[in-house]
């Protein structure tokens, strides 16, 4: 390490300015962002200590929702950064993610409309690059029971399976199931593919006694519910 590190490396910082104490001592939410990152970090590189490094890894993708989507094309700048680094972060976002996911199916929400399926699962899968199948299980009261993934397909082919769908919603006990995917492509209009889907899950749903509400395609801040377009 060069003297010009040794004396600008976070180490050599405050005790109570650096980012592991600040949490210990004040909590997570005392901390920016890029603190945060800087703690994932553990280190910085050659020229850069983690708080530089993390600060301009968000210059970069301006907020971790990006940075959760981004390829590991799209780290190349950062040198002396490896894939171990870069798979322990963006492990730490999807841990965020599915924390808020499970605190949903915590609270037992209850969903009333699409609006409310959409608002839950958009920010997760609205800049996805290839397509993802969902399906949301409810009780009788419409509570959330889980949410769970069905099928991650090709940039724009997803292929869920009906039988495993209506198999999960037995073992869950569920009383209905909403469906939603995404288009990478920001396109909303159904393809033949997804109104094929919807017509066999909806006839295996009845034969089951089970509800299907709705099948949603989710773009990037908009989308499709075939309950909707059917009133």
Not at 67 to 81: A, Q, T, V
Not at 160 to 176: G, N
């Given at each position: 390490m060069t003297e010009k590190n040794k004396k600008t490396g976070i180490k050599s910082w405050p005790k109570d300015d650096r980012p592991r104490e600040k949490l210990l001592k004040k909590g997570p939410g005392a901390l920016s962002n890029s603190e945060l990152l800087a703690i994932q970090l553990r280190t910085g590189v050659q020229g850069n200590s983690a708080i530089d490094l993390a600060r301009k890894m968000l210059d970069k993708f301006g907020t971790f929702r990006n940075?959760?989507?981004?390829?590991?094309?799209?780290?190349?700048?950062?040198?002396?950064?490896g894939p171990a680094k870069i798979a322990q972060i963006k492990a730490a976002l999807?841990?965020?993610?599915?924390?808020?996911?499970?605190?949903?199916?915590?609270?037992?929400?209850?969903?009333?409309?699409?609006?409310?399926?959409?608002?839950?699962?958009?920010?997760?899968?609205?800049?996805?690059?290839t397509e993802v199948f969902k399906v949301v299980y409810l009780n009788s009261n419409n509570?959330?029971?889980?949410?769970?993934?069905?099928?991650?397909?090709?940039?724009?082919?997803?292929?869920?399976?009906?039988?495993?769908?209506?198999?999960?919603?037995?073992?869950?006990?569920?009383?209905?199931?909403?469906?939603?995917?995404?288009?990478?492509?920001?396109?909303?209009?159904?393809?033949?593919?997804?109104?094929?889907?919807?017509?066999?899950?909806?006839?295996?749903?009845?034969?089951?006694?089970?509800?299907?509400?709705?099948?949603i395609i989710i773009g990037d801040g908009s989308y499709f519910s075939f309950a909707d377009s059917a009133c």
């Open positions: 940075m959760s989507h981004s390829d590991i094309r799209d780290w190349k700048e950062f040198k002396g950064l999807e841990i965020g993610r599915r924390f808020r996911e499970d605190e949903v199916v915590r609270t037992k929400q209850k969903i009333a409309t699409a609006g409310d399926v959409v608002n839950i699962i958009m920010p997760q899968i609205r800049d996805l690059k509570g959330i029971i889980d949410i769970a993934d069905a099928a991650v397909g090709t940039v724009n082919q997803a292929a869920p399976i009906v039988r495993e769908i209506i198999h999960s919603a037995l073992q869950k006990f569920a009383a209905s199931i909403i469906c939603v995917h995404n288009h990478p492509s920001a396109n909303i209009t159904p393809s033949p593919e997804d109104k094929k889907i919807t017509s066999e899950l909806t006839a295996a749903c009845n034969v089951m006694g089970i509800r299907m509400l709705d099948h």
